[in-house]
């Protein structure tokens, strides 16, 4: 069974440095960001904005995920919690399965894990945000029992 490692300050710059292209293409595709300084835009507002105080920023947690069965790392996963009108929830942030480990049911593992972290606080729901051309994600959230709960959908005008 996969382990959740506390992140370590290297392993939260390193994941900074990589995760922000993806970030950023994310927001250009979805029509959120222009695509000239996205990178830069999203480097900014993951230090600024999320995580100020990185892996020691209050209400976040940030986690390596680990194969004891083989040594390796095999992705990241980032969770924090949120008051939500008199409600606290989870909301995931982010998680990342590196390509080399996907499809072995590490992502899964991973929430499993969480959920039984976020379970033991007293919190009893769990948010995250997908986009919509993400089909394998959605896939495993819809396999773990996550229902959608909005839509957000825009329909580009071409001359």
Do not use: C
């Amino acid at each position: 069974m996969i382990e959740l490692a506390p992140m370590t300050a290297e392993e939260y710059e390193d994941y900074l440095v990589g995760m922000a292209p993806d970030y950023a293409r994310e927001h250009v595709e979805a029509g959120n960001w222009p695509e000239e300084g996205a990178v830069d835009r999203a480097l900014k507002e993951m230090r600024e904005v999320y995580l100020p105080q990185g892996v020691e920023t209050e209400n976040h947690f940030l986690f390596t995920l680990v194969d004891p069965e083989i040594g390796e790392k095999v992705g990241m996963l980032w969770y924090g919690f949120l008051e939500r009108g008199s409600r606290k929830q989870a909301f995931v942030y982010d998680v990342i399965v590196d390509e080399a480990y996907r499809r072995r049911g590490y992502g899964s593992q991973a929430f499993e894990k969480m959920e039984e972290m976020v379970k033991a606080t007293g919190v009893n729901v769990i948010a995250l945000h997908v986009f919509g051309y993400n089909t394998g994600a959605r896939a495993m959230y819809e396999k773990l029992g996550y229902e959608v709960t909005d839509y957000m959908m825009k329909k580009w005008l071409r001359d």
